[in-house]
T-cell receptor, first 112, second 114 residues
Framework: QQPVQSPQAVILREGEDAVINCSSS?????VHWYRQKHGEAPVFLMI?????EQKGHDKISASFNEKKQQSSLYLTASQLSYSGTYFC?????????????FGAGTQVVVTP | GAVVSQHPSRVICKSGTSVKIECRSL??????MFWYRQFPKQSLMLMAT?????????EQGVEKDKFLINHASLTLSTLTVTSAHPEDSSFYIC??????????FGPGTRLTVT
C-alpha cells in the first residue's frame, strides 16, 4: 500500500528549512528516502529501520516514529542543490524484503 | 555504494515490436534485482522482482507475458517489453538492495513507443 506524502510541493529560499512527511496505514519495517532530479534515477539519501531512529546526512536528516508509522525528512538551511523530487519508500517486513512502495513524491524548489 | 548500470539509456521503438533492457550490477553480485516503472510526473511503481536462476515474481496487475524478465547470472537481469504499445512508454529503472537495506538504482531507460 502506497504511503502518503505531504506536502506535494514546497518552494524555499536558499537557507530556509522544510519538512516532508511520510505516513503509512500499515506497520513498517523500514522507511527509505530518495531524491530524484529531472530525467535522472532516484538517489538514495537514507534508510530508517523499525525501532525508531533518527539519522542525518549533512544538513538533511530524518526521523521514524514507529508507533505512528510516520517518517519525516528535514531539510535544514537548504541549498540550491536540494531542489528535486523527494520520495519516501516503505518496506513492510522481511516477507517483502527489498520491495519498496513509494509515496507520490514532494517537489522541492530552492530559489536563490 | 553499489553501482548499477542500465542499457540502453533511451530507446524508441515502433508499436508491436519488442525491446530488451539490460541491468547490470558492476561491483557486486546480485541474486535479486527489482524493476520499477515511472510514468511522467508520477511515482515509482514496483513491477517485479528478478531472482537469479529462478522465475521472476510480478506485482499485481503487471502482465508477466508482456514484461519478460530473465536473471541468468549474478550480474545481469534483463527486462523485455514484448509487443510494445504507446501506453508502455515510460521510464524503466532497475535496482538492487545493498547490505544495509538501501536500494541502489540504475540510471534508468526511457522507452518511447511510437
Amino acid at each position: 500500500q502506497q504511503p502518503v506524502q505531504s506536502p506535494q510541493a514546497v518552494i524555499l529560499r536558499e537557507g530556509e528549512d522544510a519538512v516532508i512527511n511520510c505516513s503509512s496505514s500499515k506497520a513498517l519495517y523500514s522507511v527509505h528516502w530518495y531524491r530524484q532530479k529531472h530525467g535522472e534515477a532516484p538517489v538514495f539519501l537514507m534508510i530508517l529501520l523499525k525501532g525508531g531512529e533518527q539519522k542525518g546526512h549533512d544538513k538533511i536528516s530524518a526521523s521514524f516514529n514507529e508507533k505512528k508509522q510516520q517518517s519525516s525528512l528535514y531539510l535544514t538551511a537548504s541549498q540550491l542543490s536540494y531542489s528535486g523530487t523527494y520520495f519516501c519508500g516503505t518496506e513492510m517486513g522481511t516477507d517483502s524484503w527489498g520491495k519498496l512502495q513509494f509515496g507520490a513524491g514532494t517537489q522541492v524548489v530552492v530559489t536563490p | 555504494g553499489a553501482v548499477v548500470s542500465q542499457h540502453p539509456s533511451r530507446v524508441i521503438c515502433k508499436s508491436g515490436t519488442s525491446v530488451k533492457i539490460e541491468c547490470r550490477s558492476l561491483d557486486f553480485q546480485a541474486t535479486t534485482m527489482f524493476w520499477y516503472r515511472q510514468f511522467p510526473k508520477q511515482s515509482l511503481m514496483l513491477m517485479a522482482t528478478s531472482n537469479e536462476g529462478s522465475k521472476a515474481t510480478y506485482e499485481q496487475g503487471v502482465e508477466k507475458d508482456k514484461f519478460l524478465i530473465n536473471h541468468a547470472s549474478l550480474t545481469l537481469s534483463t527486462l523485455t517489453v514484448t509487443s510494445a504499445h504507446p501506453e508502455d512508454s515510460s521510464f524503466y529503472i532497475c535496482s538492487s538492495r545493498g547490505s544495509g537495506g538501501e536500494q541502489y538504482f540504475g540510471p534508468g531507460t526511457r522507452l518511447t513507443v511510437t
